[in-house]
């Protein structure tokens, strides 16, 4: 079975400063995708990035990057520029190619002003 | 495009009563996930149908729960005889028929059993 395992349950960043959220997983598998989710206060769960397995170059969506290392099985999101709207639980997640999604305990991100 | 609808937002049951939980997938959608959030924890997958079909229940308790997604209509996550332990938050979440693409997240129902 695929597990997820976020290892940090607390992060704290200064306004404009940079932090990166880790993500480990297990898989047995080749071909999946891996995610992460933000979820602020209000409980939607907003996608922040994604990445495919079979590609070897990061992901990124503005101030949001992943350092994905296959081999590790490491999938770290880095958010630069960190902003007081950025702070929010964040979860990473797995899914395989039959598409169940499996999710990390999160992160609580909070951005100090 | 609407995004995915579940509703209620918030439903309050008495131990012992029936739970129902609608979802309304995107349109164009034809796959859905439910999967529930105990307080601060992650989402566990509970259950992943397409119309009128239940492909993986390997998340779903045994006992007292039940999903479905209709031909017509909305997927519904019925919950029987709640106990307090059923208390969470409930995701239901679409994707459309191509694999691997992201899940959308619908804004969830809040049960609470009391």
């Known amino acids: 079975a695929q597990t997820v395992t976020q290892s940090q349950p607390e992060m704290s960043v200064q306004e404009a400063e940079t932090v990166t959220l880790s993500c480990t997983y297990d898989t047995s598998e080749s071909d999946y995708y891996l995610f992460w989710y933000k979820q602020p206060p209000s409980r939607q769960m907003i996608l922040v990035i994604r990445q495919e397995a079979y590609k070897q170059q990061n992901a990124t969506e503005n101030r949001f990057s992943v350092n994905f290392q296959k081999a590790a099985k490491s999938f770290s999101l880095k958010i630069s520029d960190s902003q007081l709207g950025d702070a929010a639980m964040y979860f990473c997640?797995?899914?395989?190619?039959?598409?169940?999604?499996?999710f990390g305990a999160g992160t609580r991100l909070t951005v100090k002003p | 495009n609407a995004g995915v609808m579940q509703n209620p937002r918030h439903l309050v049951r008495r131990r012992g009563q029936e739970a129902r939980l609608r979802c309304s997938p995107m349109k164009g959608h034809s796959h859905v996930y439910w999967y529930r959030q105990l307080p601060e924890e992650g989402l566990k997958f509970m259950v992943y149908l397409q119309k009128e079909n239940i492909i993986d229940e390997s998340g779903m308790p045994k006992e007292r729960f039940s999903a479905e997604f209709p031909k017509e209509g909305p997927s519904i996550l019925r919950i029987q005889q709640v106990v307090r332990g059923d208390s969470a938050a409930y995701f239901c979440?679409?994707?459309?028929?191509?694999?691997?693409?992201?899940?959308?997240f619908g804004p969830g129902t809040r049960l609470t059993v009391t």
């Open positions: 997640a797995y899914r395989s190619a039959i598409n169940d999604m499996r």
């Open positions: 979440a679409s994707s459309p028929s191509v694999l691997g693409g992201e899940q959308y």
